[in-house]
């Protein structure tokens, strides 16, 4: 009976896709293998079962000048007998004839019916052949959005060529000039798209640094708000600023730049999913019980978002189900702002109500000494063309 269900449960193992290694806690000695292990690995199942696990990664290892290692999992074998469990995790193989393998792996202690810790598991898969077609992908969409980017900078630059001459001109045409801004605007939400993308390969290319140095958050904010509003479709961007007092400014360590395209993102956002002639806020606020970081937040009184998808959003490409087709993004914003975010060692999350409006917070460490003043700057859009 035993043997039959021993026999039932190999099969099983034997069927399965991923490969399986049983390493005895005793010894160190590789007690099974299944059928995939031996064919991922390129090594039969008689050459596997019975062998120290450690002297097969090193009799590998030792035969190469370039340090092969078919079994590269001694770490995590270890790990795994001190009874810590890892997943997902990224490993390069190469099989006895050279080929080189990457596997996503995991690994777990096996423990008998007293709980002591008597082998480690390890489950692994091939994914070298995704890894590549993700490979392929970033540098494609890499060259693409680079080639993308130049012709619309010229197209850019050329139509804010005409803006200015046609500034110092008399008797303006007004098709002519609302031609104009409309190339402008359309281009600058082309070049956000192809920004996002760009960002999102070199996140994935992890060529994405910070450049860090003393700035004052609150002159960065205005700043953004400013350029943003020329592009708010009716709605006004108010600055609040609370609990902060005396001076000018408040400086922090941030990477300026970054924090602009995350407040960017985030007000654009608030633009575009709420309607014409509403009011955005945008403030931060400085508390007594955490002084060193600066609570950052956006408001607005749009379409919200289902309570179900509110985790979601941050996701790469998730855009929630109430939008209306019309609305164009790529579902990347968000990604990249919590990415950035992170790289703060920040904190980003929202609040939302589906048909009341949606408030962003950002919690950003500034880490340095900073001078505050209370402020609340009512920025109401010029009226649109
Ligand atoms: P995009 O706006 O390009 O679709 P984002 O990553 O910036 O991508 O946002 C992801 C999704 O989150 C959006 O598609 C939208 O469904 C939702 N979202 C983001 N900001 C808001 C907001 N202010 N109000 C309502 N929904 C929002």
């Known amino acids: ?43 039969p199942i008689e050459e596997l079962v019975g062998v120290s696990f450690h002297q097969h990664a090193q009799s590998h290892s030792l035969n190469d000048a370039q340090d092969r290692q078919t079994l590269p999992w001694n770490f995590v074998v270890i790990n795994a007998l001190l009874g810590r469990t890892a997943s997902s995790q990224e490993t390069v193989v190469v099989k006895p004839d050279g080929i080189r393998l990457i596997m996503l792996s995991s690994s777990a202690p096996l423990r008998n019916e007293k709980g002591f810790i008597t082998g480690a598991v390890i489950v692994f898969q091939d994914i070298t052949v995704q890894k590549m077609i993700e490979r392929q992908k970033n540098a494609f969409l890499s060259l693409v959005s680079h080639e993308l980017r130049t012709p619309l900078t010229a197209i850019m630059g050329f139509a804010e060529l005409l803006q200015v001459k046609d500034a110092q001109e008399e008797g303006l045409d007004p098709l002519r000039q609302r031609a104009l801004d409309q190339i402008l605007i359309q281009s600058e939400q082309l070049a956000r798209l192809i920004d996002e993308m760009l960002d999102l390969t070199r996140l994935e290319n992890a060529q994405l640094s910070l450049n860090c140095a003393l700035h004052d958050l609150h002159a960065t904010l205005r700043e953004v708000i400013e350029t943003l509003e020329i592009t708010a479709r009716g709605q006004s961007i108010r600055l609040e600023v609370k609990g902060l007092a005396a001076t000018e400014t408040v400086m922090g360590y941030f990477d300026k730049q970054r924090i602009m395209q995350i407040m960017n993102n985030l007000i654009n956002n608030a633009i575009k999913y709420s309607p014409n002639g509403s009011e955005i806020e945008v403030g931060y606020q400085i508390s007594a019980e955490n002084p060193d970081a600066a609570l950052i937040w956006v408001r ?86």
Request: proline content about 3%.
């Open 300 to 385: 607005d009184h749009g379409i919200g978002i289902p309570a179900n998808e509110c985790h979601l959003i941050f996701e790469r490409f998730h855009r929630a189900s109430n939008l209306d087709v019309s609305m164009s993004g790529l579902g990347l914003g968000l990604y990249l702002v919590k990415e950035l975010v992170t790289r703060h060692e920040g904190r980003v999350w929202v609040e939302s109500e589906e048909g009341e409006g949606s408030t962003f917070y950002v919690v950003l460490p500034l880490k340095k000494e900073r001078h505050v003043e209370r402020r609340t700057y009512n920025h109401k859009k010029p009226s649109k063309l």
């Open 1 to 43: 009976m035993i043997e039959n269900e021993r026999a039932r449960l190999s099969a099983i193992l034997d069927q399965l896709p991923e490969g399986i290694l049983l390493v005895e806690a005793s010894d160190g000695t590789i007690s099974y293998a299944n059928a995939s292990a031996a064919t991922i690995l390129g090594i």
